[in-house]
């Protein structure tokens, strides 16, 4: 609160209700104002109050004499003093014509208003009525200096309209402008750019006591679902943001609980007109910010389900909202993130995680990033191609790996190891570095993540989580990131949106994929799929066009696919995976495909309790590079030699086999009469090759026979379920051939501990293997001491 403000605007005035206002000293004196005892500490709220007192004097045209403070209601016997009420101006009768509760900025913004509303304006006016004296307005009040200069904020409620605090709720009308000379109490529009605009300063205290209120009010009372809440309550931001991004100055906001004038007086908009604007809104908001274009589907899109969410709730939740900027709304001490925050204690607490929809924790995110190298990607990306790497996640729930590939960017590269022109000294001092950083990127500070609307991309089925990640986003000041509500395993054509750019929308053909269609666009993936879901029936139309194992419709493995028809060449993957597709033999085709178009960097085990308690699937972190088109012929030529050498040996191992077993003669048989015994040894060994131990050497080809019989008859037989995409060959056999001369190695690693063990009760710190942190919370990395997974990560060689 601007203090200095107050006293200049006190002593500005000619009627001196405060003639003596000393700020040093904390002192003030009243005049002319009735009291029951003297105030003389200018604290916040006494200053607040003086602030009022000489306004409702000197502009707004009431008697000096007429004003009392501090009015005290007694009860019990004897009678003794119960309570205050801080200001009421009476009127020629007597009568309680303005009732005041006055808080100082602070407080207002943090108090439970309802509960302040209830005890100290309604209970108290009940005491007046007692008293003999009527009340007509209640008034919840404090000032505001957002704009530079002091102007009232407050809530009225008409107490000869709602008698009772339990009358008033159900409506909730009130409005916000102190009548002048027992006038009517006004509601006065918020307006852009105007002296009643919208709020841009918050702190912490103030939006963490506005997410208590949201959720106590819509959240309380039961009867719904708390994710159809969650639901109605994004949708609403949704709106909200619209809202603001369309209006021009001078226009009043459609975000807001409106009245009317009608006849010369005033009336509140009906909760159905309030409705039917907000929906509106909401349905531009569809089409602008999720790209949902066809006409018929946004007619049928409804803001709030009213069968579910009350039209008192909506009322409710707009008027809560309705003065805050969710635009151009920040933090007033560190200008990053705080609606972002709060948004995201939205997504914690209102939003109910289950076995198919639960969010991965930030400890596994922040370490797939680092162990990524996704900051020295990004320093290389942008020294050499002035470009920041293109990120996206098809599957991306409420938006985590999105939200944390965001900060991610923003932290590395304004902000750690910074030089004197105010980024990271590793992107050095060329003109054109200088130019994207310091102006089309990461500035001004209230809008650092403006990048990511270029190169943050995501994809999300649900509808209500696909809605909460693009809130998620503008909240965190994205600038309006590229998140469509779709399944991400789409043709590329079905990704559309009004404006450019969009990198979804493009595919080319891709020869080495069976002449599929690859979008090639994305350095990055982070992503954690659904595992074994069922498909989207639209998508089940288009999966056997699209991908080569789209028969199977195994969620995860359709992904693993996805994510290489969305990575460019050498661009990097980290996903968790259920460990069935490291070891399971329905698996196999999968992990020959991550062979063939991958280079696997790393594989991280995570402990059973990762994702515990919405499931307890056994995952691991895969880590991984899409090879160069060079590389998968380099893979192809290998694998068709290798498929070869099978061919040969399977037709000469079988008609050994059958030699041995007396149903053919080796002198009939071309592939093999011309062999000798050392010969025919060489080839069952050949075939056998991992089997064959030190204790083999001295055995005959017939006793090698007659010891791996079973092995050597499945080591002769072509797996029918890869023929299509890998040959008639026996896959173990020829990947056997293949990853010999495959010259890197894979690092493997198993986490116990990932710092943390979560319950339905709540999360509990534990010890943390997967890296270390410094007495911030920001993560420790390439500072030589090599105790933890990401240690050695960061030690990988990525192209």
Not at 477 to 506: R, W
Request: proline residues 3%; glycine residues 6%.
């Amino acid at each position: 609160m601007n203090n200095t403000l107050i006293k200049q605007y006190i002593d500005s005035h000619p009627i001196k209700v405060v003639p003596k206002l000393d700020l040093a000293a904390e002192k003030l004196e009243y005049d002319r104002i009735v009291q029951c005892q003297k105030r003389t500490e200018a604290k916040p709220e006494e200053l607040c109050r003086a602030f009022l007192l000489t306004k409702l004097v000197n502009e707004l045209g009431y008697a000096p004499e007429k004003i009392e403070i501090e009015h005290e209601y007694t009860a019990g016997r004897p009678h003794t003093i119960t309570s205050r009420i801080d200001v009421i101006v009476r009127d020629a009768n007597g009568d309680a014509f303005l009732f005041i509760e006055v808080k100082n900025q602070e407080e207002y913004a943090t108090i439970d208003k309802d509960s302040v509303i209830e005890e100290q304006l309604f209970k108290l006016a009940g005491m007046e009525r007692t008293e003999g004296h009527d009340v007509k307005y209640l008034v919840l009040y404090t000032t505001n200096d957002a704009t530079g200069s002091i102007t009232d904020e407050c809530i009225i409620i008409d107490n000869k309209k709602h008698s009772s605090f339990a009358d008033w709720v159900t409506s909730r009308d009130y409005t916000n402008t102190i009548p002048a000379r027992y006038g009517k109490a006004q509601k006065t529009p918020y307006v852009k750019s105007s002296v009643k605009d919208l709020e841009t300063d918050f702190t912490n205290e103030m939006l963490n006591q506005l997410q208590s209120d949201l959720h106590n009010v819509l959240w309380g009372g039961g009867g719904t679902d708390d994710n159809e809440v969650f639901a109605s309550l994004t949708n609403l931001i949704l709106a909200k943001i619209q809202d603001e991004d369309e209006k021009e100055d001078g226009d009043t906001y459609d975000f807001q609980s409106m009245t009317f004038a009608k006849d010369g007086d005033e009336e509140f908009e009906t909760n159905e007109q309030l409705f039917e604007r907000i929906n509106e809104l909401y349905r531009r908001a569809l089409k602008s910010k999720l790209y949902i274009l066809d006409e018929n589907e946004l007619k049928k899109s409804y803001v709030i389900d009213t069968k579910k969410f009350s039209l008192s709730k909506l009322k409710y939740a707009v008027q809560k909202l309705e003065g805050l900027s969710f635009v151009d709304g920040k933090n007033s001490l560190s200008g990053k993130d705080i609606l972002g925050d709060f948004f995201e204690g939205i997504i914690r607490n209102g939003f109910k995680q289950s076995k198919g929809q639960f969010f991965t924790h930030i400890n596994i995110v922040r370490f797939m990033l680092y162990a990524l190298q996704t900051d020295k990607l990004a320093i290389k990306r942008i020294k050499e191609d002035k470009e920041i790497p293109y990120m996206i996640d098809p599957s991306a729930g409420s938006g985590t790996f999105l939200i944390e590939y965001m900060k991610f960017i923003t932290e590395n590269m304004k902000y750690r190891n910074r030089n004197a022109n105010g980024y990271n000294a590793e992107l050095g001092t060329a003109r054109a570095v200088k130019d994207k950083v310091l102006s089309d990127w990461f500035y001004p500070d209230h809008r650092e993540n403006k990048w990511a609307q270029t190169y943050i991309y995501g994809s999300e089925i649900n509808f209500n989580l696909g809605t909460a990640t693009k809130v998620n986003m503008i909240l965190h000041g994205d600038g309006s990131t590229n998140i469509f509500v779709k399944d991400g395993l789409l043709p590329f054509s079905k990704y559309e949106k009004e404006t450019a750019p969009n990198a979804m929308k493009g595919s080319d053909e891709d020869a080495l994929y069976q002449n599929r269609e690859v979008n090639g666009q994305f350095d990055l993936i982070l992503t954690n799929p659904p595992f074994s879901v069922e498909l989207d029936n639209d998508t089940k139309k288009t999966v056997k066009k699209d991908f080569m194992f789209g028969a199977k419709k195994n969620s995860e493995n359709l992904f693993i696919e996805r994510w290489y028809q969305l990575l460019r060449e050498n661009g990097r993957l980290a996903a968790v995976l259920p460990e069935s597709v490291f070891d399971t033999t329905e698996n196999k085709y999968i992990r020959l495909f991550l062979y063939k178009y991958f280079k696997i960097k790393a594989v991280v085990s995570l402990p059973q309790l990762a994702f515990e308690p919405y499931t307890s699937t056994k995952t691991s972190i895969l880590f991984a590079q899409k090879k160069t088109k060079v590389e998968v012929k380099e893979w192809n030529t290998l694998w068709e030699k290798a498929s070869s050498d099978w061919q040969k040996l399977k037709v000469r191992v079988e008609n050994l086999i059958a030699v041995f077993d007396g149903k053919k003669q080796k002198s009939k048989l071309p592939s093999v009469k011309a062999l000798t015994p050392d010969e025919e040894k060489d080839i069952i060994r050949r075939m056998l090759k991992s089997y064959i131990t030190i204790r083999d050497d001295g055995l005959s080809s017939s006793e090698l026979i007659s010891k791996y019989y079973s092995e050597l008859e499945e080591l002769c037989k072509y797996d029918k379920d890869t023929k299509d995409s890998f040959g008639f060959v026996n896959t173990w056999w020829v990947f056997g051939e293949v990853a010999s001369k495959s010259d890197y190695s894979i690092f493997m690693a198993e986490a116990d501990n990932v710092g943390y063990k979560r319950t339905k009760r709540g999360e509990k710190q534990m010890p943390n293997e997967l890296f270390r942190t410094d007495s911030n919370g920001r993560i420790l990395i390439d500072d030589g001491v090599n105790d933890t997974i990401l240690d050695y990560m960061r030690a990988l060689h990525w192209d």
